[in-house]
């Protein structure tokens, strides 16, 4: 252990004098540590592609390979044999889109509501739905459980669908939104055209509300299609597996090909992982949602 | 007449209500789903924290017994003690990692800003799952990549995941603080964005270094979002489940010595995944809840009273 530190603290006191002594110092030391960091961020993903392209035992040797084997359309045959990976695939999108769209219907539907209309007990409930934003659902999962399989739920999507389709943070996200985007003339005016309260909101405001609908939809998404505890508890056949379930059942199976777990994996991961290197300021402003605007 | 009056408001009320009923029904889906799946279970989680049962057959009323029991096991205090143990050392480099990097990233010393905020917040887009089997070749004892780079320094193999169990914490803290720093970067690093370029001009003509500048401009501005992330760590700390336990090839024990047992898989494995205890394990969720309220309550009241204090500092 102790070369190691040695050579730690020695790298830390280069860096330090360069950025001391040299004009462009700073930069450099930064740009060395940032690097570094991102290194380390990239090279379990890079390992994951290079090990989906190897042998069980090319990836039980040592040293471990770390460039790109031959084995890929092995380790695809194999993950085909072993796991129906297209519809763990398909699970996954049904449960992941019709929450997604459940919810972004029901949380701009409420959040406008509550934006728009001065009804009366407006305050009281709305105090109440940011109340129930505190309450650790930890508290229920035991007797959630339970209702689940009284209403037969169990080996059913709508377990996962229903219960959170309707959730307080969107509604309240939802309303900010449209408080700062939605101007009471607009809604004034398709009313005196002789609009119904509904279609002033499907026609009219819902084109408003895109960007919202994206970076909510993705936040949702993203949350769903990793989500792995929930549908532990609910999804026990094998036909109704999501992928992280799927990629569940090849790890605790010990007779499993590791390549081909290595390639579902990657199947599992890169989909996101496309979308989010393909719009990341989207991606980021819907993941941190929350904590931005207080 | 004062009467008539009340009548006279109550018909207001009902027509009021009439007229903006397409509000309600928008607003509905919510209460009704919140009643449904959030209240209810939460209460009848307390209740039957109180009774031995099945499931199935009929519950019995045993009082505190299952609070007893609870405290008395080795296991639950074991897994406390890992859940608080992974959780507050993964904690250290996530929050003020994230702090340190928005802070360089902030002050534009460096361009790519958007390159590096992409790369490190990359974890969060992916499975854990995932993540986990690949971590868990890293971190390999005869093949891993990990101890293939310490043998450079002259380090022997380290046998992370077996062993005496110890270091199963150790390769879940990495993980952990691997997956979640970017996110918490990005969160300071918009927060810092909110705040007036003005405010840092001023301190550097002050003279005023980085580290000063971090430590008293922008760690004080932050602190609204620095007391959210927290809470949201803590509870994300109890709620540590995929991790550990598909690290420890979902044994449910957390591995050799449960060293890597958390309180969420102690409390799925008594119900509904390996037993059927549900009184008991409603009892344990009712624990769990109870720490993340009262850890929530102290970091406001300790980042509250700070506040105040300061402002009497200032008159």
Not at chain 1, 132 to 139: D, G, N, V, Y
Request: aromatic letters at 14%; a positive charge; hydrophobic letters at 55%.
């Amino acid at each position: 252990m102790t070369t190691l530190l040695i050579l730690i603290l020695i790298t830390a006191i280069v860096l330090i004098v360069i950025a001391r002594i040299s004009p462009g110092g700073k930069k450099f030391s930064m740009y060395v540590i940032l690097g570094f960091i991102a290194f380390i961020m990239l090279v379990p993903f890079y390992m994951m592609f290079v090990m989906s392209t190897h042998t069980t035992n090319e990836i039980y040797s040592f040293p471990p390979a770390v460039w790109f084997g031959r084995n890929l359309a092995g380790n695809f045959k194999n993950m085909l044999a072993a796991v129906n990976i297209p519809r763990a695939f398909l699970n996954s999108c049904i449960i992941t889109i019709s929450y997604t769209v459940l919810v972004l219907l029901f949380c701009s539907m409420g959040g406008y509501a509550f934006a728009v209309y001065d009804f009366p007990g407006r305050k009281k409930l709305f105090a109440i739905l940011l109340a129930t934003m505190m309450i650790p659902w930890t508290a229920g999962i035991i007797p959630w459980f339970i209702m689940m399989s009284r209403f037969g739920w169990i080996n059913d999507f709508k377990a996962l669908i229903i219960p959170g389709c309707a959730n307080a943070f969107g509604i309240f996200w939802m309303r900010q939104y449209c408080q700062n985007n939605v101007p009471a003339s607009l809604v004034e005016a398709a009313r005196i055209d002789g609009c119904s309260e509904w279609t002033i909101f499907f026609r009219v405001i819902a084109p408003i509300l895109l960007p919202a609908y994206a970076s909510l939809g993705i936040m949702q998404f993203v949350n769903v299609w990793n989500d792995f505890m929930q549908p532990l508890m609910i999804l026990r056949k094998a036909e109704l597996q999501t992928l992280p379930l799927l990629l569940k059942t090849m790890v605790s199976d010990r007779g499993t090909d590791y390549g081909a777990m290595m390639l579902a994996s990657t199947c599992a991961v890169l989909p996101l992982l496309i979308a989010f290197l393909c719009a990341s300021k989207f991606f980021m402003s819907g993941l941190t949602a929350g904590a931005i605007k207080e | 007449m004062a009467k008539v009056k009340t009548v006279r408001t109550k018909n207001n009320l009902w027509s009021e209500m009439k007229r903006y009923k397409v509000a309600y029904a928008y607003i509905a889906p919510f209460y009704i789903l919140f009643v449904i799946f959030g209240i209810f279970p939460i209460a009848a989680g307390f209740y039957i924290s109180f009774f031995r049962w099945d499931g199935l057959s009929g519950m019995h009323f045993i009082g505190l017994e299952n609070y007893l029991n609870l405290f008395q096991d080795i296991l639950f205090w074991k897994a406390l003690g890992n859940t608080l143990i992974i959780g507050i050392t993964a904690h250290i480099p996530i929050l003020l990692g994230g702090l340190a990097l928005a802070y360089v990233l902030n002050s534009k010393i460096v361009k790519g800003e958007n390159i590096f905020k992409t790369i490190y917040f990359m974890p969060m887009v992916t499975s854990s799952v995932a993540i986990t089997i690949i971590f868990q070749n890293l971190f390999g004892n005869n093949y891993g990549l990990i101890n293939y780079l310490l043998s450079f320094f002259g380090e022997e193999a380290v046998n992370w995941l077996g062993g005496n169990g110890s270091l199963i914490k150790v390769a879940v803290i990495v993980m952990f603080a691997w997956k979640w720093i970017g996110w918490n970067m990005v969160i300071y690093l918009a927060g810092m964005q909110g705040i007036s370029n003005d405010i840092y001009e001023a301190a550097k003509i002050d003279g005023a270094g980085h580290i000063r500048v971090l430590f008293n401009i922008s760690i004080p501005l932050l602190k609204p979002i620095i007391v959210f992330t927290v809470i949201q760590s803590s509870i994300g700390m109890f709620n540590l489940f995929t991790e550990p336990f598909i690290l420890t090839n979902s044994s449910w024990t957390g591995g050799q010595n449960n060293g890597g047992l958390t309180l969420m898989m102690y409390l799925l494995n008594k119900a509904p995944q390996g037993g059927t205890a549900y009184g008991y394990a409603s009892a344990v969720a009712y624990v769990i809840t109870m720490m993340i309220i009262v850890i929530s309550l102290a970091v406001y009241r300790i980042t509250g009273e700070k506040e105040t204090a300061k402002r009497g500092e200032n008159k």
